[in-house]
Nanobody
Framework: QAQLVESGGGLVQAGGSLRLSCAAS????????MAWFRQAPGAEREFVAA????????YYADSVSGRFTISTDNAKNTVYLLMNSLKPEDTALYYC?????????????????????WGQGTQVTVSS
């Protein structure tokens, strides 16, 4: 059974850093896009970043570009999200997701509908 398990969330002061992890198991996701989304209370789920397992392709939402870095460890089947210079507006439940189809370099995977497997989420809270 395919499973994505996030970890690494917590409470941090503004300006601090956190690294989220997403361990994938039960299915070969090696050709699928992987992404992080987040959802703040009362808000819709929003795209944060996406990456290919080859590591050669990644992109970010404008709101996190330059502060967050998405990466993969293929040997561990794990996707990471390194978050630096955190702001209170980054407070949200962060979800890891795996794409429904294999990676295509001509498509930008930014929509929830493109992802078929989701983790349970890990809470990130940034205090001012």
């Amino acid at each position: 059974q395919a499973q994505l398990v996030e970890s690494g969330g917590g409470l941090v002061q503004a300006g601090g850093s956190l690294r989220l992890s997403c361990a994938a198991s039960g299915r070969d996701f090696s050709r699928h896009p992987m992404a992080w989304f987040r959802q703040a209370p009362g808000a819709e789920r929003e795209f944060v970043a996406a990456v290919s397992w080859s590591g050669g392709n990644s992109y970010y939402a404008d709101s996190v570009s330059g502060r967050f870095t998405i990466s993969t460890d293929n040997a561990k089947n794990t996707v990471y999200l390194l978050m630096n210079s955190l702001k209170p507006e980054d407070t949200a439940l962060y979800y890891c997701a795996a794409g429904l189809t294999t990676w295509s370099g001509s498509y930008y995977y930014r929509h929830s509908r493109d992802f078929g497997w989701w983790g349970q989420g890990t809470q990130v809270t940034v205090s001012s």
